[in-house]
């Protein structure tokens, strides 16, 4: 059965393209049928089967008002205890439309117009929107790149929470380059927030997609005084593919209770009812699907990594640790500042330009590999026919000068 994900690929191994191609959604209706979507972080599966059965039963009875959280809190605490032993107060917990909505506002709640808010770059590209529009400044503080990947630059946060940082946002796991931050990196934060009176808000969507290798550690759960005051924004939207349905939790450290508290009635009935139920049966029957989906993501992650080594070796891929994206860097391939440009006209495969995810992002771009592994190896034998392609140097040298 389509919806259950079992089966010798699960999940991934699912759908075909011209299933796919059915689907309207932004990934496959963005772009020309010929093109193949690598770009936005959404997946090429069925639903999980308790995902379909509640969304099919909310059909059959009419349940289409507004919503409330219903049992989703109870449902996201208990996965958090089983999934990372984080034991949290479901009464405390505030239904959101999205992550990003959450995180507008709790800043909304937690610093003025004016406040300088450091994002980690490359980072999620709708921070540079939204954090403007409502009137605060992104401090972009870069992470630091070395030959094993990324990394949390702890000097240079310092130097950006000591300029005058009212709040941090952090991306954990970190979109797009898949860094999970470890325990005691995530106590420096807390430390470096404590010293300089920095609220700290943990953007943890990506948290259930975490790879063997990895830990996940919710930052409310640190028992530091800067996590007791913090606010983490979950959603079963990334692992369960569920964005379009609008459901998200805030979720407050002991000391931030207050500030939700104080999330109006009306930011809630903004979020989906479809997304509260889809969620909640999520978290409280998704798991099986969820680790059948894993097995499929490491495989790709895998897989990815000896396509680019065979087809496209001056490329740089480090596996993530989260996520089933690939921040990869294309500058050697001399491509300009958006190599994502290039394989959109020239190869007809759709990457998510790293120039979106602010200044480190010059030479790279994201790609979504959950997706069918056929179509993960059609997407990079179209990337690398594409630059073989390409004229011979001298050859456009002498075009140039005609």
């Not at 800043?107 to 590209?125: E, I, M, Q």
């Not at 529009?133 to 094993?148: F, K």
């Not at 550690?217 to 606010?231: I, M, W």
């Not at 330009?353 to 959950?370: Q, Y």
Request: glycine content about 8%.
């Amino acid at each position: 059965m389509i919806g259950t994900g079992h089966g010798p690929g699960g999940p991934l191994s699912a759908l075909g393209l011209d299933e796919l191609r059915e689907r309207h959604s932004a990934k496959w209706r963005e772009y020309p049928p010929e093109v193949l979507p690598m770009w936005v972080a959404e997946m090429d599966t069925p639903l999980a089967e308790p995902i379909a059965d509640a969304l099919r039963e909310a059909v059959a009875r009419g349940d289409t008002g507004y919503a409330v959280a219903c049992g989703l809190p109870e449902a996201f605490a208990a996965f958090a205890a089983r999934r990372f032993g984080w034991h949290t107060d479901p009464a405390a917990i505030r239904l959101v439309p999205d992550v990003m909505a959450g995180i507008i506002e709790v800043l909304h709640l937690v610093t003025a117009p004016g406040d300088r808010v450091v994002v980690n770059t490359p980072a999620y590209p709708p921070y540079f929107y939204w954090l403007p529009r409502i009137g605060r400044e992104v401090v972009q503080s870069p992470l630091a790149l070395g030959p094993d990947g990324y990394r949390l630059d702890l000097a240079a946060l310092e130097r950006d929470f000591a300029a005058g940082a009212a709040a941090f946002l952090l991306c954990n796991p970190h979109n797009p380059t898949g860094l999970v931050l470890t325990e005691e990196e995530l106590r420096a934060v807390a430390a470096l927030a404590g010293r300089y009176g920095v609220r700290v808000i943990s953007d943890e969507i990506h948290a259930p997609l975490v790879y063997a290798g990895a830990r996940h550690v919710p930052f409310p759960s640190l028992d530091e005084p800067a996590a007791a005051r913090s606010v983490a924004l979950v959603s079963a939207s990334k692992a369960w593919n569920l964005a379009g349905l609008k459901a998200a939790l805030a979720v407050p450290g002991p000391e931030a209770r207050r500030d939700l508290a104080a999330i109006a009635a009306e930011v809630s009935e903004s979020s989906g009812m479809f997304g509260v139920l889809a969620s909640e049966a999520a978290f409280t029957a998704g798991e099986p699907w969820l680790d059948a989906l894993m097995a499929g993501l490491n495989a790709n992650r895998a897989l990815l990594g000896d396509l680019l080594a065979e087809r496209l070796p001056g490329v740089g891929y480090q596996p993530p640790q989260a996520t089933y994206l690939a921040w990869l860097d294309l500058r050697a391939l001399g491509l300009g500042d958006d190599p994502a440009e290039w394989f959109l006209r020239r190869g007809s495969v759709a990457l998510y330009s790293g120039l979106k995810f602010g200044a480190p992002g010059r030479g790279f771009a994201r790609f979504n590999f959950a997706t069918p592994p056929d179509l993960l190896t059609d997407a990079i034998a179209r990337m690398a026919s594409s630059l073989a392609a390409r004229p011979h140097p001298s050859r456009t040298s002498a075009l140039d000068a005609l």
